[in-house]
């Protein structure tokens, strides 16, 4: 089992930037695969964007290509996603979540179907005001 807590939502004008941390705690002792995925009221959770476990591959959604980064630092069992340029539509609860990976291979892409990760963070709020 692991644990996952997320930190670093909050209040803040178009155009402004946020990052969150996602603080990994219990079976920490293998690196998983990491996604960011949102939800706003009254739609669907999305996929922002995922790192798989040695950090070597990532993926962005489209609408936040270019303007957010996510990074992980194993040693400290945390993964970040930098928000910039945020937009309005940026607003909702932001969840991280974590899978195990299939593969060793280092350059293994991480999963985009939410039903791959297993370990879900409380979520943090990110409101994005014009």
């Known amino acids: 089992q692991v644990q996952l807590v997320e930190s670093g939502g909050g209040l803040v004008q178009a155009g402004g930037s946020l990052r969150l941390s996602c603080a990994a705690s219990?079976?920490?002792?293998?690196?998983?695969?990491t996604g960011w995925f949102r939800q706003a009221p009254g739609k669907e959770r999305e996929l922002v964007g995922a790192?798989?476990?040695?950090?070597?591959?990532?993926y962005y959604a489209d609408s936040v290509k270019g303007r957010f980064t996510i990074s992980r630092d194993n040693s400290k069992n945390t993964v970040y996603l930098q928000m910039n340029s945020l937009k309005p539509d940026d607003t909702g609860v932001y969840y991280c979540?974590?899978?195990?990976?299939?593969?060793?291979?280092?350059?293994?892409?991480?999963?985009?179907?939410?039903?791959?990760?297993?370990?879900w963070g409380q979520g943090t709020q990110v409101t994005v005001s014009t």
């Open positions: 790192i798989n476990w040695s950090g070597r591959s990532t």
């Open positions: 979540s974590a899978a195990l990976p299939l593969s060793a291979d280092t350059l293994t892409d991480p999963p985009r179907s939410l039903r791959r990760y297993a370990y």
């Open positions: 219990g079976r920490t002792d293998r690196s998983y695969h």
